[in-house]
Protein backbone atom coordinates (compact mmCIF):
# COMPACT_ATOMS: atom_id res chain seq x y z
CA UNK A 1 0.00 0.00 0.00
CA UNK A 2 2.68 2.60 0.91
CA UNK A 3 4.49 1.30 -2.02
CA UNK A 4 1.26 2.07 -4.47
CA UNK A 5 1.36 5.93 -2.74
CA UNK A 6 4.75 6.42 -3.73
CA UNK A 7 4.27 5.12 -7.31
CA UNK A 8 1.61 7.06 -7.59
CA UNK A 9 3.23 10.16 -6.29
CA UNK A 10 6.57 9.63 -8.25
CA UNK A 11 3.44 9.35 -11.32
CA UNK A 12 1.85 13.08 -9.92
CA UNK A 13 5.44 14.60 -9.93
CA UNK A 14 6.13 13.27 -13.77
CA UNK A 15 3.07 14.97 -15.16
CA UNK A 16 3.41 17.82 -12.82
CA UNK A 17 5.21 19.50 -15.55
CA UNK A 18 2.53 18.63 -18.52
CA UNK A 19 0.33 21.32 -17.07
CA UNK A 20 -1.76 22.84 -14.30
CA UNK A 21 -4.39 19.88 -15.11
CA UNK A 22 -2.41 17.16 -14.41
CA UNK A 23 -0.19 19.03 -11.12
CA UNK A 24 -3.34 17.21 -8.99
CA UNK A 25 -2.79 13.98 -7.27
CA UNK A 26 -3.14 10.96 -9.44
CA UNK A 27 -4.99 7.53 -8.93
CA UNK A 28 -3.89 4.18 -10.87
CA UNK A 29 -6.95 2.35 -11.33
CA UNK A 30 -8.56 -0.53 -13.07
CA UNK A 31 -12.15 -1.20 -13.74
CA UNK A 32 -14.58 -0.30 -16.31
CA UNK A 33 -14.48 2.92 -18.02
CA UNK A 34 -17.03 4.05 -20.16
CA UNK A 35 -17.75 7.49 -22.03
CA UNK A 36 -20.66 8.65 -19.82
CA UNK A 37 -22.34 8.33 -16.66
CA UNK A 38 -25.21 6.15 -19.00
CA UNK A 39 -23.27 3.94 -20.32
CA UNK A 40 -22.12 3.07 -16.85
CA UNK A 41 -25.49 2.56 -15.93
CA UNK A 42 -25.94 0.38 -19.08
CA UNK A 43 -23.40 -1.88 -17.73
CA UNK A 44 -24.51 -2.01 -14.32
CA UNK A 45 -27.76 -3.78 -15.56
CA UNK A 46 -25.76 -6.30 -17.71
CA UNK A 47 -23.69 -6.76 -14.74
CA UNK A 48 -26.90 -6.74 -13.05
CA UNK A 49 -28.14 -9.92 -15.17
CA UNK A 50 -24.57 -11.79 -14.80
CA UNK A 51 -22.65 -10.55 -17.52
CA UNK A 52 -19.02 -10.08 -16.17
CA UNK A 53 -17.64 -6.33 -16.03
CA UNK A 54 -15.43 -7.17 -19.47
CA UNK A 55 -18.86 -9.26 -21.33
CA UNK A 56 -20.68 -6.10 -19.92
CA UNK A 57 -18.17 -3.09 -21.63
CA UNK A 58 -18.41 -5.84 -24.98
CA UNK A 59 -22.56 -5.96 -24.81
CA UNK A 60 -22.51 -1.88 -24.39
CA UNK A 61 -20.00 -1.55 -26.89
CA UNK A 62 -22.78 -2.99 -29.84
CA UNK A 63 -22.94 -0.52 -31.66
CA UNK A 64 -19.32 2.08 -31.09
CA UNK A 65 -16.66 1.23 -28.54
CA UNK A 66 -17.54 3.56 -25.82
CA UNK A 67 -16.46 1.27 -22.93
CA UNK A 68 -13.49 -0.96 -21.78
CA UNK A 69 -12.92 -2.92 -19.29
CA UNK A 70 -9.32 -2.41 -17.75
CA UNK A 71 -7.57 -5.31 -16.11
CA UNK A 72 -3.71 -5.51 -17.50
CA UNK A 73 -2.67 -1.51 -17.50
CA UNK A 74 -4.02 0.99 -15.40
CA UNK A 75 -5.24 4.32 -16.26
CA UNK A 76 -4.02 7.30 -14.33
CA UNK A 77 -7.28 9.37 -13.43
CA UNK A 78 -6.96 12.78 -11.20
CA UNK A 79 -10.10 14.71 -9.76
CA UNK A 80 -11.85 11.72 -9.03
CA UNK A 81 -16.09 12.17 -7.74
CA UNK A 82 -17.59 9.85 -6.38
CA UNK A 83 -21.47 10.16 -8.15
CA UNK A 84 -23.57 8.55 -4.96
CA UNK A 85 -22.15 7.38 -1.84
CA UNK A 86 -18.49 5.71 -1.61
CA UNK A 87 -19.47 3.33 0.59
CA UNK A 88 -21.53 1.20 -1.64
CA UNK A 89 -20.09 -2.50 -3.09
CA UNK A 90 -19.90 -0.31 -6.69
CA UNK A 91 -19.50 2.79 -6.80
CA UNK A 92 -19.68 4.78 -9.61
CA UNK A 93 -16.98 7.69 -10.53
CA UNK A 94 -16.39 10.62 -12.67
CA UNK A 95 -13.04 11.79 -13.58
CA UNK A 96 -10.16 12.84 -15.86
CA UNK A 97 -7.96 10.37 -17.60
CA UNK A 98 -4.21 11.97 -17.87
CA UNK A 99 -1.97 8.98 -18.48
CA UNK A 100 -1.77 5.31 -19.03
CA UNK A 101 0.67 2.91 -17.71
CA UNK A 102 1.64 -0.27 -20.11
CA UNK A 103 4.07 -2.59 -19.55
CA UNK A 104 5.55 -0.34 -16.76
CA UNK A 105 5.83 2.77 -19.36
CA UNK A 106 3.64 5.99 -18.37
CA UNK A 107 2.12 7.21 -21.45
CA UNK A 108 0.57 10.69 -20.81
CA UNK A 109 -2.71 11.74 -22.34
CA UNK A 110 -3.54 14.57 -23.87
CA UNK A 111 -5.45 16.55 -23.99
CA UNK A 112 -7.31 14.44 -20.82
CA UNK A 113 -10.46 12.70 -20.99
CA UNK A 114 -13.08 12.89 -19.38
CA UNK A 115 -14.40 9.10 -18.35
CA UNK A 116 -17.08 7.79 -16.27
CA UNK A 117 -16.20 4.38 -14.07
CA UNK A 118 -16.50 1.46 -11.64
CA UNK A 119 -13.30 0.23 -9.93
CA UNK A 120 -12.70 -2.57 -7.34
CA UNK A 121 -11.35 -0.24 -5.09
CA UNK A 122 -12.90 3.05 -2.72
CA UNK A 123 -10.96 5.97 -4.32
CA UNK A 124 -9.95 7.37 -0.60
CA UNK A 125 -10.14 11.32 -0.83
CA UNK A 126 -12.33 11.47 -4.16
CA UNK A 127 -14.71 14.40 -3.46
CA UNK A 128 -18.73 13.44 -3.56
CA UNK A 129 -21.36 14.61 -5.60
CA UNK A 130 -24.53 14.23 -3.52
CA UNK A 131 -27.41 12.68 -5.38
CA UNK A 132 -30.99 13.03 -4.69
Do not use: W
Not at 28 to 47: S, V
Not at 70 to 85: F, N, S, T
Amino acid sequence: MIRRHLAVAAVAALLAGGGPALADEVHRLQGLFCNTEAQIDQALTEMAASASPRRAADLVNRDAVVCTYVDRIEYLIARPVALGHPALPLVKYRGALVGVVVGGTLRPVTPEVELHFLTPQQIVGAAIEGRT
